[in-house]
């Protein structure tokens, strides 16, 4: 059953800079897409960047040309770089396989308030 604990959120201001982190146990990381899913209080969790098994990127419109996703297949790691950050992206950010399994790691929170 894999696992995935996310780290690196925290309060940051409008237009700074944070780096997520997620760890992921279980096999075969390199084959799988994963992907950082974000939820707002009140809102469904959505999806905002997926990176697959060959390195190909996607990302929603709302973050597009501000956030990065990357891996490291290695370290059965991927990282969310995100910048010029709005009050919007406030969120409680999770990682887990596109499409999702059924059992989500803790998140991390993300508040971005001046």
């Known amino acids: 059953q894999r696992q995935f604990v996310e780290s690196g959120g925290g309060l940051v201001q409008p237009g700074g800079s944070l780096r997520l982190s997620c760890a992921a146990s279980?096999?075969?990381?390199?084959?799988?897409?994963i992907g950082w899913y974000r939820q707002a209080p009140g809102k469904q969790r959505e999806l905002v960047a997926r990176i697959s098994s060959s390195g190909n990127t996607n990302y929603a419109d709302s973050v597009k040309d501000r956030f990065a996703i990357s891996r490291v297949n290695g370290k059965n790691t991927v990282y969310l770089q995100m910048s010029g950050l709005k009050p919007e992206d406030t969120a409680v950010y999770y990682c887990?396989?596109?499409?999702?399994?059924?059992?989500w790691g803790q998140g991390t929170q993300v508040t971005v308030s001046s």
């Open positions: 279980g096999s075969r990381f390199s084959t799988y897409t």
């Open positions: 887990n396989q596109v499409p999702s399994l059924p059992f």
